[in-house]
């Protein structure tokens, strides 16, 4: 079936595994008249091996301001557009926000294709209560910041779900076990759907020496437990 005519697609892609791509998605993909890139050669690259022949643009922070309305003005002359970014669902501390709210300020179809997510994922097999949770996504740089975020949300009473780059993650995991404490209960993903997949749950002092002992490269999800809770 051929994507209508006239709407955003925001299309979830792969976090690792290139297996993880809907038959929806690259349908979608495949039938939009265009696709606006976190990273085109990101894309590129994803494209090569679904067999996708599709103009691209680049849709990232640095021109989101400018491009929003251009492409939004492309959906109402008619033409479908997908959205994706380098991985996962895109507006999710992702660029994304400004097209979907000029989409919705002109009235226009704006359509999810779900997928992969690294949040939801990391929560989902971490043990820690799925029930309720907040998602911070990625902390200031800064640590002070960073520190007055943990402190800010301590006592929320539900997981708390962070993305953390390698980096920093060494120094969150530090500033989580000053702030919270050594015995808060979290768990850190890496690698998620990678060849390198690894969890680290139990106490933050426990994961932090874990983390500190392997690989930090990849990508990070932090999940934090509510105060009191154990495993």
């Given at each position: 079936?051929?994507?209508?005519q006239g709407a955003l697609?925001?299309?979830?892609?792969?976090?690792?595994?290139?297996?993880?791509?809907?038959?929806?998605?690259?349908?979608?993909?495949?039938?939009?008249?265009?696709?606006?890139?976190?990273?085109?050669?990101?894309?590129?690259?994803?494209?090569?091996?679904?067999?996708?022949?599709?103009?691209?643009?680049?849709?990232?922070?640095?021109?989101?301001?400018?491009?929003?309305?251009?492409?939004?003005?492309?959906?109402?002359?008619?033409?479908?557009?997908?959205?994706?970014?380098?991985?996962?669902?895109?507006?999710?501390?992702?660029?994304?926000?400004?097209?979907?709210?000029?989409?919705?300020?002109?009235?226009?179809?704006?359509?999810?294709?779900?997928?992969?997510?690294?949040?939801?994922?990391?929560?989902?097999?971490?043990?820690?209560?799925?029930?309720?949770?907040?998602?911070?996504?990625?902390?200031?740089?800064?640590?002070?910041?960073?520190?007055?975020?943990?402190?800010?949300?301590?006592?929320?009473?539900?997981?708390?779900?962070?993305?953390?780059?390698?980096?920093?993650?060494?120094?969150?995991?530090?500033?989580?076990?000053?702030?919270?404490?050594?015995?808060?209960?979290?768990?850190?993903?890496?690698?998620?759907?990678?060849?390198?997949?690894?969890?680290?749950?139990?106490?933050a002092k426990e994961v932090?020496?874990?983390?500190?002992?392997?690989?930090?490269?990849?990508?990070?999800?932090?999940?934090?437990?509510?105060?009191?809770?154990?495993?």
């Amino acid at each position: 079936m051929t994507a209508p005519q006239g709407a955003l697609y925001l299309v979830a892609t792969p976090i690792g595994n290139l297996g993880d791509v809907s038959s929806r998605a690259i349908q979608v993909l495949g039938d939009c008249d265009l696709v606006a890139c976190e990273d085109t050669r990101v894309t590129a690259k994803l494209f090569a091996h679904l067999q996708i022949s599709v103009p691209t643009t680049s849709y990232r922070e640095e021109n989101e301001k400018r491009k929003a309305p251009e492409l939004a003005a492309r959906i109402q002359a008619g033409e479908s557009i997908a959205l994706v970014s380098d991985a996962g669902f895109p507006a999710i501390s992702d660029p994304g926000f400004r097209f979907v709210r000029e989409c919705r300020r002109r009235k226009l179809k704006v359509i999810p294709i779900p997928g992969p997510n690294a949040g939801l994922s990391a929560l989902s097999v971490s043990g820690l209560p799925t029930d309720k949770f907040l998602f911070l996504g990625f902390l200031p740089p800064k640590t002070t910041a960073r520190r007055k975020a943990f402190d800010q949300w301590s006592d929320f009473n539900g997981s708390i779900v962070i993305y953390e780059s390698k980096h920093r993650i060494q120094k969150a995991l530090t500033e989580i076990v000053e702030v919270l404490g050594t015995e808060r209960c979290i768990c850190v993903a890496r690698e998620m759907t990678k060849v390198h997949e690894i969890f680290h749950v139990g106490p933050a002092k426990e994961v932090r020496r874990a983390v500190d002992k392997g690989s930090q490269k990849g990508e990070f999800v932090i999940v934090i437990a509510p105060q009191g809770y154990e495993l």
